[in-house]
């Protein structure tokens, strides 16, 4: 089952994506953390990717389609994979699918997650992170422990692109260059649907109906 989660930022797809995949046995491919795995790594791809991350702004599309074609070509996404933050535009739209089609591939359901903007920016500027990949939100769904991890007891950190006026481009941005897809994947009807707005259970209870038809 070849899934993508599409929906602006901090509309819950890191959050699901880790229950789909737990649930599925497909691997979780977000562009995010690929990028910020290089950034740490200091790699020149992180290099070039932090300054357009930190202020909120999209990367160019040859890094984004260099990870992922490389991603892709790995062999745990022979049986299946889920796309988390990609693609974020129509060029990144048309190179995978160029990328699937040469590998005889092609994606069975694009996931679309809905939020309003309200919504967002609080879960946004409610976000933490730990360095072990866990996420929190000092509201929605807090750590047991003020800011310390529950799984590895680190220290939660807010990400700089969830401070408030990356928040506000990043949603900006989002309108601009990733909104469309939702018509180019309509258009393939390969779009559904998912009502962001509910709690966590709820949503991944919608979005497992929603697989069933496919997996
Ligand atoms: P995205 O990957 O789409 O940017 P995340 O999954 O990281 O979004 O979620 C953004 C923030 O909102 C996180 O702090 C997360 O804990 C919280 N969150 C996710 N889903 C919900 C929800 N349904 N209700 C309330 N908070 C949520
Ligand atoms: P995310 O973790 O999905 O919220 O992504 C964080 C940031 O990484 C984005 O704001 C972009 O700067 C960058 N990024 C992630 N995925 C992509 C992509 N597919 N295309 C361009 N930039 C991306």
Redesign the pocket.
Same mark, same amino acid.
């Given at each position: 089952m070849n899934v993508i989660l599409l929906g602006p930022?901090?509309a819950g797809?890191?959050t699901q994506a880790k229950k789909i995949v737990e649930s599925y046995s497909i691997p979780h491919i977000?562009?995010?953390?690929?990028?910020?795995e290089n950034i740490n790594n200091s790699t020149p791809l992180g290099i070039k990717?932090s300054s #357009?991350?930190s202020?909120?702004?999209?990367?160019?599309?040859e890094?984004?389609i260099t990870i992922?074609k490389d991603r892709l070509s790995r062999t745990d996404c022979s049986k299946g994979f889920l796309l988390?933050? #990609?693609? !974020?535009?129509i060029p990144?739209a048309d190179a995978l699918q160029m990328i699937l089609t040469e590998s005889d591939r092609k994606i069975d359901v694009v996931l679309n997650i809905e939020v309003y903007d309200e919504e967002l920016i609080k879960r946004l500027s409610g976000r933490r992170m730990c360095k072990c990949g866990a996420s929190y939100h000092m509201i929605f769904n807090p750590p047991e422990n003020d800011e310390i991890c529950d799984l590895c007891k680190g220290k939660l950190f807010q !990400?700089d692109?969830d401070k408030e006026e990356?928040i506000r481009n990043?949603l900006t941005?989002y309108k601009k260059q990733t909104q469309p897809l939702i018509e180019y994947y309509t258009k393939k009807k390969l779009i559904r649907t998912i009502n962001g707005g509910q709690d966590i259970p709820q949503i991944f209870k919608d979005i497992k109906k929603v697989l069933k038809e496919y997996d």
């Open positions: 930022p901090g797809k890191g977000s562009t995010g953390d690929m990028l910020r990717a #357009y991350m202020k909120g702004e999209l990367v160019p599309d890094l984004s992922i988390d933050g #990609y693609p !974020r535009t990144q !990400r692109d990356a990043r941005v």
